[in-house]
């Protein structure tokens, strides 16, 4: 009888363990952790590539609120992916395609593109009222823009833009140096609702703007960033030439 007890320790041991043919404290073949590159689950995607800028819910922090509903009625799915795929040049948003130098691929950011879309965006944000376009189409008039920002967004942003009681400014360089051109036409036209800022509609109840005042609006605030951003004065400009 003692020489059958190795075989029945051996086969109860094997019951126990379900039959699995693998070394004790060593994953099984299923229970690995998936490959970077395999993952296409959204909410792991958004919450290590996005969430850190645009928030947890796609509703902003230090950046746009990608999220936003009426951002995603007038940002097509083909203008996010370019910009989530190659980044803006210039500005904080880098680029996260493998093709462009980032860790995703284009099954990747496709997944966050669709999960973006099918959670947050809404059929009546825009609430039947045209907006003006996303992509600028033409050049605004910056004399005009002048005139427009006073009208639409110094109650709050105070006088020239630069700050008042109710918001920051929006002139300062070092702000202007960090964002697009686009990326001042989505806001005006889009607002930072997380921040208290109303869309196109709401800056002057009853009146929202028009596509003419985002133009030149935009070509008054880009006119305020410094020609050089980051670049050292000109040694032309310093006492006795010094270097």
Not at 88 to 110: E, N
Not at 145 to 155: D, E, H, K, L, P
Not at 183 to 206: C, F, Q, S, Y
Request: net charge neutral.
């Amino acid at each position: 009888m003692s020489g059958q007890w190795p075989a029945i320790l051996a086969s109860l041991l094997i019951t126990s363990c379900g039959g699995f043919r693998t070394v004790p404290g060593q994953p099984g073949g299923t229970s690995g952790p998936s490959a970077p590159a395999q993952i296409l689950d959204f909410t792991i995607l958004y919450g290590r590539n996005c969430a850190g800028c645009h928030g947890r819910e796609g509703r902003g922090g230090v950046a746009i609120g990608i999220g936003e509903p009426v951002y995603l009625a007038i940002a097509s799915d083909a203008a996010i992916t370019r910009a989530t795929a190659d980044g803006v040049a210039g500005t904080a948003m880098p680029a996260f395609a493998k093709r462009s130098g980032g860790m995703l691929t284009d099954d990747q950011i496709s997944a966050i593109v669709r999960g973006i879309r099918s959670r947050w965006a809404k059929p009546d944000a825009l609430r039947d009222v045209e907006p003006p376009p996303y992509a600028a189409s033409q050049t605004g008039d910056a004399e005009r823009g002048a005139a427009v920002y006073g009208t639409f967004c110094s109650s709050c942003h105070g006088p020239g833009g630069r700050g008042g009681a109710r918001a920051s400014s929006i002139v300062d360089a070092a702000y202007l140096q960090l964002v697009s051109d686009q990326e001042l036409r989505t806001l005006v036209i889009v607002g930072r609702p997380d921040l208290g800022a109303p869309d196109w509609r709401g800056d002057l109840p009853g009146r929202p703007m028009s596509p003419q005042d985002v133009f030149d609006v935009v070509a008054w605030l880009a006119g305020q960033r410094p020609a050089l951003p980051g670049q050292p004065y000109s040694t032309a400009l310093l006492p006795g030439g010094v270097r």
